[in-house]
Structure formats: C-alpha cells, structure tokens
C-alpha cells in the first residue's frame, strides 16, 4: 500500500459545543481518525482552529468576544488547553503530538520558510503528528495569515503533502446552501474553480468561525497548484477523518500541478522587488520552458541585486514569476550594450502563470 501525507485542517465548528466551548470529544474523534491513518502507515499534520474557543470561558466571557486584544488573551490560555487535549488523546493512542504555531512572515521570509519544512520533515520522519495553528496571541489584523484554510494550505504545499483535508459542518460545496434549499445538489469533482463555482461558495460559515466555503475554495485553488489533493467534507460522522482523507465523502479536487519547495516559496509567498518587461518571442520560449534570455527584454523595472525575485510581465500580464541571475542594472546594460544570450532568469528558478 502506498504510504502518504495527509494534512487535515480542522474549523472551530468541528470542534465546538453549540455554545462556542471547546468539545473534548470531538478533539478525541479526529484523533481516532488520524490515529486509524497512522497505524496503516500514512503520517498525518493537524491544522487546527479552536484556541479563542477553548479560551473565552477560562478568562470569565460569557462568549467569544470580539474585540482583538480579548480574542489574543483567550488564544493565549485556549492554546494550551487545546493542545492538552490534542496531546493526551494522541498519546492513549500511542503517538506524540507536537505543537508548532506559525505567523505569516514563516512564510515569507526564506531561511524561516526552510526552517519550518526542516522542523516538520523531522517530526514526520520520528512518527510524531504536528498540531499546526496560527499564533493570534502576537498576530495583528495586518500580519494575520487570516484563515485557517488557508494555512492549511499553505502547509501542505510545503510539506508536498498527496491530500488535504478540510473539514467543516457541511459534506462539500453544494450549488446552494442544502440547509436552505432542497434543490441544492453537492459537487462531488470540482477539475477546475469557475466564477460560477466561487457564486456557489459565498454566504457559508458559522457563528463561532473566521471562514467559510468561501476561503476553502481560495486554499483550494493554492494546493491544487502546488501538486495536492483537496476534499471538503464533513466533520460530523464518527471517522470523518479517516472517510475524507481516503476520498470516501466530500466534493474533489484533483491536483493540477507540483512544485519543488523552493519553487513554492517563489510562487505564492516571495515579495517581488521589481519587474523585466518581454517580448511575445521570450514570452513563447518560457512557455517552452526555456530561461529567460537579455535579448528577449523590452524594459527593467524597479531596483534590485542579483538573486532577487521579480516579475516577469509581456503586454501588460503577468508571464511568470523568477529569481533573477543579475542586478537591475546589470540587465539594463546587457541590453544596452550587448550580451543578449545572458540568461537572466534559468528557467529552474521561474514559476510560470496558468500552469
């Protein structure tokens, strides 16, 4: 059987009694279902919602507040409890779970972004389950990831995970909210994400969580790009877990491409200092796959030094994305004055658009 890396994310509502509290048994449920995963050999990452909820009563609310500064002190003392609960039932069923939690500049910033890989391919390597969430106790409105979706998806393109799971209080994206109509028909293979798709996914959520079908889509459409798998399912039935990840329930969508880790951070995370205009004749060569040379540049845009990361645009578009061999003014005087075969950006270093 072929061994593979799941990364299952788990909401708020999926982990939540009615009144917004942390439910222990449901803590134990996904346990049950990434430990079943486990014993058949496959290794399993934990993104995880919950904290605020597993806070707000400790601190004396009567309910999830709303304010930020109430919001990071509940997360400050829901961490913990959820990762004890997390912790205690991962190991009655004989596994470690450890707690990893991640800001956006994780991402951003090269050496952390390989720093973290490193750190999960490890735990991975010993047998442990990462628990993965956001640290909204520091966070701020501008330097939040904002979703866990989307941290989830994050970390399964790092991790070049085969499936992610997300798990909600519905079993898939329908064509109407089910719970309102009774004609809304679930989408049970979603090849690729439409505008009429993303129509179908506005207005869901719940009360006690930050996103809907809405950010799934949006996480979505990050993984398939970078080679994984996505379901959208159901956490209600007792192996929710173990149904998703095995494709058994939910609305699929199937990978559309793969790439290396240090092509991901370029993709979807690397700040772009500037920007190299080209022609249709260098456009064409990238797309067949063939590096960027200086005579196929039309304009330089931006100051920058050799190794930094620009875009690579052609009638106004964006082409593809790349880590540059030269400076800025070095590409201007290869233009200038010659050395129109320098290849300015290798196509090993190029991230190319719609592929």
């Not at 994310?9 to 222990?24: A, F, I, N, P, Q």
């Not at 997390?86 to 009655?92: D, E, G, Q, V």
Request: proline residues 3%.
């Amino acid at each position: 059987m072929e061994k593979k890396l799941f990364v299952i994310k788990v909401g708020t509502s999926s982990l939540t009694e009615r009144d917004g509290t942390l439910d222990e048994s449901k803590v134990k449920k996904i346990a049950d279902g990434a430990s079943s995963l486990k014993r058949e050999g496959h290794s399993v990452i934990i993104v995880t919602s919950g904290s605020i909820a597993a806070g707000f009563k400790s601190l004396g609310f009567s309910s999830r507040p709303s304010k930020i500064p109430a919001k990071q002190a509940c997360a400050s003392v829901g961490q913990g409890l959820i990762m004890d609960a997390y912790s205690r039932s991962f190991a009655a069923r004989g596994y470690t779970a450890a707690q990893i939690l991640l800001t956006p500049d994780v991402f951003s910033d090269k050496k952390k972004y390989e720093n973290a890989f490193n750190t999960l391919d490890i735990l991975l390597l010993r047998g442990a389950v990462p628990v993965i969430n956001e640290n909204d106790t520091v966070a701020t409105a501008e330097l939040k990831i904002g979703d866990n979706d989307t941290l989830s998806a994050q970390v399964a393109a790092m991790v070049h995970a085969d499936r992610l799971v997300l798990l909600t209080d519905t079993d898939g994206l329908y064509t109407a909210n089910p719970k309102k109509d009774k004609n809304a028909k679930r989408l049970d293979v979603i090849n690729e994400i439409t505008p009429e798709i993303e129509e179908y996914a506005r207005g869901a959520g719940s009360a006690n969580g930050t996103g809907g079908m809405k950010t799934k889509l949006s996480a979505a459409s990050l993984a398939v790009k970078a080679g994984v798998e996505v379901i959208i399912a159901s956490s209600a039935p007792e192996n929710a877990v173990y149904l998703a990840a095995k494709g058994k329930d939910g609305t699929f969508f199937p990978a559309k491409g793969s790439l290396k880790t240090r092509l991901q951070w370029v993709a979807f995370y690397a700040e772009c200092t500037g920007a190299v205009e080209i022609d249709e004749g260098a456009q064409k060569a990238i797309k067949n796959k063939k590096s960027l040379l200086a005579a196929g540049i039309t304009r330089v845009s931006g100051d920058f030094e050799k190794g930094a990361i620009v875009k690579i645009v052609c009638n106004g578009k964006e082409t593809a994305k790349g880590k540059t061999s030269f400076s800025s003014e070095e590409i201007k005087r290869f233009i200038q004055e010659g050395g129109a075969r320098k290849p300015v950006i290798h196509i090993d270093n190029m991230v190319i658009e719609n592929e």
